[in-house]
Nanobody
Framework: QVQLVESGGGSVQVGGSLTLSCEASGYSVSKGYMAWFRQAPGKEREGVAAIDTTGMPTYTYSVKDRFTISRDNAKNTLYLQMNSLKPEDTAMYYC???????????????????WGQGTQVTVS
């Protein structure tokens, strides 16, 4: 049974930083495809960053040069380092995973099979 547990969310001032963590069980972060998504009230879930089996990252344009996705294979944990945070980054952030190649759906919710419960990030 795959479980993804996010942590690290909170409230931060504009320009601040946060690091989100996603601890996986029943799933190897080094052998699958993982991503971070976010959803603000009244908006669709948006893919923020993804990482493939080689460690190659993909970012949505609005977070490029501000966010960094990474993983620690020994801790079986995925991270999202968020810098220079803006009010528009406020959302619930979700960790997602799949064992199949998401292809063009790398930043689409359709590309992932397993989801965490989310962690709230508020920037003001």
């Amino acid at each position: 049974q795959v479980q993804l547990v996010e942590s690290g969310g909170g409230s931060v001032q504009v320009g601040g930083s946060l690091t989100l963590s996603c601890e996986a069980s029943g799933y190897s972060v080094s052998k699958g495809y993982m991503a971070w998504f976010r959803q603000a009230p009244g908006k669709e879930r948006e893919g923020v960053a993804a990482i493939d089996t080689t460690g190659m990252p993909t970012y949505t344009y609005s977070v490029k040069d501000r966010f960094t996705i990474s993983r620690d294979n020994a801790k079986n944990t995925l991270y999202l380092q968020m810098n220079s945070l803006k009010p528009e980054d406020t959302a619930m952030y979700y960790c997602a995973a799949t064992i199949r190649w998401p292809g063009s759906a790398v930043l689409s919710a359709n590309g992932y099979d397993y989801w965490g419960q989310g962690t709230q990030v508020t920037v003001s």
